[in-house]
């Protein structure tokens, strides 16, 4: 077998495009809780902290004043850019609350599923035994001419 052969076979395989659909959902999925994290919750969370920007927080190591991190970073300055380490803190802890409370809604839901499929199948007459069947057919073979 060639690498080609393997190759196509390995890509063939139900779990490289199970992960591969799961890949290109999650790259979808990641553009949804970024708007939902920039355009709904940090504006909440800039009401409650009165505006407070965490991402130009900076300690300038070299010399030179400078205004904002930008205009110390466009001037080549070194610095130490706490404030920014803070938003990707704050921004990784929001975007993990909010896949953790999207994963527990639909863990909710696919056992609701689970659930009502489980009560369905109890609700279904349950079908003859094996022992049933064997007498009905030994009835039907007694009667039956030889």
Request: cysteine-free; proline content about 3%; glycine content about 8%.
């Amino acid at each position: 077998m060639s690498i080609l052969d393997e190759f196509k076979s390995f890509i063939a395989k139900g779990n490289v495009m199970d992960m591969a659909v799961g890949i290109i959902i999650g790259a979808a999925f990641t553009g949804i809780v970024s708007s939902l994290v920039a355009d709904l919750i940090n504006p909440i969370i800039g009401l409650i902290t009165g505006g407070i920007d965490f991402s130009n927080l900076f300690v300038n190591l070299g010399d030179g004043d400078y205004a904002s991190l930008a205009a110390a970073r466009d001037a080549g300055a070194p610095v130490f850019a706490y404030g920014s380490f803070i938003t990707a803190v704050i921004n990784f802890l929001i975007i993990a609350w909010v896949v953790f409370l999207l994963v527990k809604i639909v863990n909710r839901v696919k056992d609701a599923a689970i659930h009502k499929s489980a009560k369905e199948a109890e609700a279904q007459p349950a079908g003859p035994t094996q022992e049933q069947l064997l007498a009905e057919i030994r009835d039907l073979l007694k009667r039956s001419p030889a």
